[in-house]
């Protein structure tokens, strides 16, 4: 058992305090967006008090590992953990799959595209699926809604038919995932009809802000968006996604071509351990519209928002599916027997959120409070007790 210390990364569209908080740290002004733990070499976290990197211990350590995960893997960590602070909306985004990233990152390498070019669209030859747990109400974008749904909210909100024609008509008289590829990837290019089309919407929206249910959820998401990228013709195109509210130990899950963003609100992240995003929208970062057409999953159905599940006395878990990782809630309770932790014989990270966490194996302790984190060794197998909220990340194999 080994405690860890994160990276923090200050994106434009962090929260200035969420993370402060929840990190026990002081606040800075600066907006603090993710707190990385994991191997990632953008932010690789390290072991105090010396500051050696995890990489470096697992490798000098490879029985932390165990054979399965090193086979599948090749000894680095299969996940990145986080945690997120949105204050203001993220860009439009999806992540590829294993064999799209693995093609996208070999022809990008072939070509010479510099691994900092900003038109880069793979920085790695890794999947990137993701799950969000919130830990506050959290607004997200995720997936495209059913057309016949996204046009009667705008029919809703008072915008003609006739108006929306020029751009969304394809939604109208053909159905599926042909019509939504071919009306997303037109709003993602302003002209003069799109843009009319745009403040037509808007203008709009602001009269039902105030209206109860989707309606006003929706003419206020519309009008939110115009607010952080005015005149931004993606709008439109994020105006044909799902939207998310979860409420604190909800999660979202993310596959691979699902578009997304993250709108506002604080979580704890688990992915796949890669840094392969191509944005779609709402940002000012390269666009690569063939490649979105590849990569995208252009289906229409619901979010997948996911529930925990009991896996043992103070263990809750979030099924994914996915081969990289899993995560589970932790939250023992000070009248409950020390309890194993989940998840054993795999590679864990442990980050407790609220609470105090006391974890033993013989007659090592580590305790951990709010704000501090672990790795456990698949070589491990504490016992847990305390009063916590806790989260952890583990291999999904």
Known sequence: MQSLTGVVKHYDWGSADAIPTLLRQTEDGTPWAEYWLGTHEAGEAVLPPDGQPLGAWLAAHPASLNPGETSAFGGRLPYLMKLLSA??????????????????????????????????????????????????????????????????????????????????????????????????????????????????????????????????????????????YPGDPSLLAALLLNHVELSPGQALHNNAGVIHSYLHGTGVEIMASSDNVLRAGLTSKHVDHAALAAILDFEPGPPAITEAVADGPIAWRYQSGDPEFCIWRLEPSPDAAAASLPGAGRARIVLVTDGHLLLTQGADQLELVQGDAAFVGSDEAPMATGDAMAYMAAPGM
């Open 87 to 228: 204050e203001q909306p993220l860009s439009l985004q999806p992540h590829p799959n294993r064999a799209e990233a693995q093609a996208g990152f070999a022809d990008e390498q072939a070509r010479g595209v510099a691994l900092d070019d900003p038109d880069r669209n793979f920085k790695d030859d890794w999947p990137k699926p993701e799950l969000i747990v919130a830990l506050t109400a959290f607004e997200a974008l995720s997936g495209f809604r059913d057309p016949d749904a996204t046009l009667a909210l705008f029919e809703a909100i008072g915008v003609d038919d006739e108006v929306l024609r020029p751009t969304l008509g394809p939604l109208r008289f053909r159905a599926g995932a042909a019509a939504l590829a071919e009306v997303f990837l037109d709003c993602l290019t302003l002209d003069d009809t799109r843009l009319s089309i745009l403040n037509e919407v808007v203008s709009a929206a602001v009269k039902h802000t105030s209206d109860e249910g989707e309606v006003g959820r929706f003419a206020r998401l519309a009008v939110t968006l115009d607010e952080h």
